[in-house]
Structures are given as C-alpha cells and as structure tokens.
C-alpha cells in the first residue's frame, strides 16, 4: 500500500490513531500504527468495518486479527513482490530451456559434420574432398561446439547462482522467530502477547484457554526414538491448525505441550474442542516402515478454563494448567474443565 499524506497530514492521522490503540489496549507496533493510520484516514473502508466488528466483538483487535486483516488489506505491495520473484524464476527457466534446445540442436549439426567426415575419409573417388579441407571443417566445427558447450555452462552456472538467491530471499522472507519451526504453529511469546493483550482491555472479552499434553511422551520417545516423536508433534500441530480456525490461537507451548486461546468461547464450547482433538489424537497410527509395527498408544490429556473477571494472566494460565494436571491425574487421554 502507498501512503500519500505529506507530513503534517500524516502527523494529524497519528494523533487520531493513538488514543483509539490505547483505549483498546492495542499494542504499539509498527503493523498496528499501520492497520489504525489506515483506519483514521478512511480510504480502505472495508477495512474499517471489520476492524469495527473486531472491536465490538472482543474490546480489542487480538494480534491473529491484526495480522489477518494486514495480510488481506494492505499487503499488495509485498504480493506483487512474490509474483515478481515467481516471474523472475519463469524467466530464468525459459532462458534455460532456450540455452539447452539450442545447444541440442548445436550437438546435432556437429553430429551430422562427423558423419559426413567420415563419409568423405571413406570415399574412394577421385573427386572426394582433400584432407585438408576435412580436417578444417572438423576444427571449425569442434571450436564452435566446444564455445556453445562453454557458454552454456557458463549459463547453467549462472542460474544456479540465480536460484540460490531466489531460495535465500524465500527463506528470509519466511523467517518468524514467533513460529515453532518443527509445527508451523505459533510460539508461547505469542500466546502470552496475545493473552496479556485481550486481558489488558477496560471490559475482557469472554475467553477460554485449552492445555494440552501428548501422554507419556518420554517413553515414547525413548522407545521410538526422537524423529518419530517429531513426526508425532508435526500431526499435532497439523491437527491443531486444522480445528482451531482465526481468531482461535493454537500454540506449541513447549516440549510436547500445546494450548489453544479461544476469544469469545465459552467453557463449553472449550470443552467440545478439546473432545474433538482428543478423539483424533487417540486416532493416529504411525506405521513403522523397518518392523511394519503399528503405533496406536498416542493419546493427550486436556484442561479447560475460561477466564474469570478479574484474574490476572498467571491465574488464568495457573487454572487451566492445574486442569491439565487433573487430566493426567484421573488416567490421562482425558478432558477436565476447571472449577
């Protein structure tokens, strides 16, 4: 997105933008200065009816939103950016492809020069082509595939270097210290941000916050060693990801323990989803591929709390992981709600 203001128009929309962010306990950063400039200056006003919708709904616009309406409203620039790097990749093939037919059909002709070499050394008449002559043509020849070889090396050697610094720029644009590179799920800082954030307001929204943890995951990895355990967090995570839709906030919260922040729901509501994860986590099997052995011992224990008015963070995070470790006591792959 382009901004045009000059700066005292620019200013003006800052001091407009401001106490709207501290009134709703917005935290101050660039994408949100971003996100509420645009908002005050009205020139994206599909924008402001959801953030407007947002505020209403939770007293604040949660970190997920934020990033949610950044990436759908005003990140064309970047967009065009990654088209451009997929243009250039296309480019760069199409060039290769080029470099490659014309060196093919290049190795042809001096193929058919060689069979018409020794076509002429084999000739027995009179009239047939000095040596001389041969030996020129071959030469002539063999230079000329030998640069078109070279040149398309050099080409190869090129896109190479190219590709590289097109998978560098993929990778640093993908880089987020936020995120748990094994699970793709967001990270515990964003948990607390978040949460911190969404208790920060004059009035908290509703919520409710799921604990997690794999059973007996230990032994499982002493057992199956640590790569399948790794495979287990990665499902995980996937299935996380797959019923826990924005502004729900699933998190990998450290070793084999995950938590789930759900603004607006009830405990119940809670409840039904950690049921639903719980019964898809019993159901994985992982097939060994060495023994053929089927792994079907994979459950996780679950506690449920929703926010009582008035708690800080610590409490709230403090009830939910003492429902947790109700769970585990009551056998574990079960759901217990706190009181």
């Not at 590709?163 to 793709?184: C, F, H, M, S, Y």
């Not at 797959?242 to 502004?247: D, F, L, R, S």
């Amino acid at each position: 997105m382009k901004f045009a203001e000059s700066s005292n128009q620019a200013a003006e929309l800052l001091r407009q933008a401001v106490p709207i962010m501290v009134r709703h306990n917005i935290p101050p950063n660039p994408l949100n200065y971003a996100l509420w400039y645009t908002y005050v200056s009205k020139r994206l006003p599909e924008l402001n009816s959801e953030l407007d919708k947002t505020l209403n709904a939770y007293g604040t616009c949660p970190m997920m939103v934020s990033e949610q309406l950044f990436r759908d409203h005003m990140l064309r620039d970047e967009l065009e950016s990654a088209q451009d790097m997929q243009a250039n990749l296309i480019a760069l093939m199409n060039d290769l492809n080029h470099q490659a037919g014309e060196t093919a059909r290049r190795t042809s002709d001096y193929s058919e020069v060689l069979q018409d070499s020794l076509e002429a050394l084999s000739d027995t008449d009179a009239d047939r082509l000095p040596l001389e002559s041969i030996i020129q043509n071959l030469a002539a020849n063999t230079e000329a595939i030998s640069t078109e070889t070279r040149l398309f090396q050099q080409r190869i050697d090129e896109a190479r270097a190219e590709i590289n610094a097109l998978k560098a720029e993929l990778t640093r644009t993908r880089q987020d210290a936020r995120v748990d590179p094994l699970t793709g799920l967001f990270n515990r800082r964003v948990f607390d941000a978040e949460l911190e954030q969404l208790l920060g307001t004059a009035e908290p929204p509703r919520l409710t916050s799921l604990m997690i943890d794999i059973d007996h995951f230990k032994a499982f990895n002493d057992r199956y060693g640590h790569l399948m355990g790794d495979k287990v967090l990665q499902y995980v995570g996937k299935l996380l990801k797959e019923h826990a839709k924005e502004p729900v906030l699933p998190v990998r919260f450290g070793g084999e323990e995950f938590a789930i922040l759900m603004p607006g729901a009830t405990l119940d509501e809670g409840a039904e989803l950690a049921e639903t994860l719980r019964e898809k986590i019993q159901a994985i099997r992982i097939k060994l591929k060495k023994s053929g052995e089927v792994i079907s011992s994979i459950t996780a224990s679950f506690g449920v709390t929703d926010y009582s008015p008035g708690e800080g963070v610590d409490d709230f995070i403090g009830r939910a992981d003492a429902a947790l470790y109700q769970a585990k006591s009551r056998g574990r792959n079960c759901v217990h709600l706190s009181d």
